[in-house]
């Protein structure tokens, strides 16, 4: 093995930055999307929050939202056992429980829980991919130091999770007759985004905040 491997990337990977940042005294479309795809890490992978383990679903709020948990279940991703009728002084509870295949494990990204003991996988549901920078606008007619950058990005690589999670969304939508297509996955619609970028001595940047005006893609803030 070549000890000197890593050192010959973090080289190489400064020589990129360096570069990048001299070729764009004037920022061009080709330099503003360099810049943000590297600020922003695209393709960028979305999560969902999807619960496994006991899952209780009240008869008083609908029932339970099985159009999701089927289709997964058919997909030999979970399993999607029914486990009676549970009651407390207040409710009545459909019980359920939920548990990943190997196949359903593929798509893991993390997990938590809440206080109460609910557990929660974060399961993959798709990728934002980049697609172009469409306008460049200087903020002012007396500084080239301040540009307003439009680009747009759509999602690629729905996962059967993504799927599932369209399914949710719809359910909730027919339930109370309400519609947010916003939340959905899918392949042919295209976001439109607009940051600002500053030129300073270390070259151009994207001003905070950093995160997709959307809001289907969070987005921390690189260090």
């Not at 004037?26 to 979305?46: H, N, Q, V």
């Not at 997909?75 to 196949?103: C, R, W």
């Not at 829980?113 to 990728?127: E, H, Q, S, V």
């Not at 606008?137 to 690629?156: A, G, M, Q």
Request: aromatic share 12%.
């Amino acid at each position: 093995m070549n000890t000197n491997q890593p050192r010959l990337l973090s080289v190489a990977l400064c020589l990129c930055i360096a570069l990048l940042s001299s070729s764009c005294n004037k920022l061009t479309k080709a330099c503003a999307s360099e810049i943000i795809r590297d600020t922003y890490g695209f393709p960028i992978a979305r999560t969902e929050l999807f619960q496994y383990g006991e899952i209780n679903y009240s008869r008083h709020f609908g029932g339970s939202n099985m159009r999701e948990h089927k289709y997964l279940a058919e997909n030999g991703l979970i399993t999607f056992e029914y486990q009676g009728v549970k009651k407390d002084p207040a409710f009545i509870y459909e019980s359920y429980h939920l548990e990943m295949t190997p196949h359903g494990h593929e798509y893991i990204v993390n997990e938590t829980g809440t206080p109460d003991g609910r557990r929660f996988y974060y399961m993959k549901t798709a990728d934002g991919k980049f697609n172009a920078v469409t306008e460049i606008h200087p903020l002012s007619d007396t500084s080239d130091t301040s540009i307003k950058v439009e680009f747009s990005w759509s999602y690629i690589n729905i996962t059967p999770f993504g799927v599932a999670s369209n399914l949710r969304v719809r359910s909730n939508n027919d339930m109370c007759g309400v519609s947010f297509t916003g939340d959905e996955y899918d392949e042919e619609w295209i976001f439109d985004e607009t940051v600002v970028f500053i030129k300073d001595d270390g070259g151009w940047t994207i001003q905070p905040p950093l995160v997709l005006r959307s809001g289907l893609i969070r987005v921390e803030s690189p260090e």
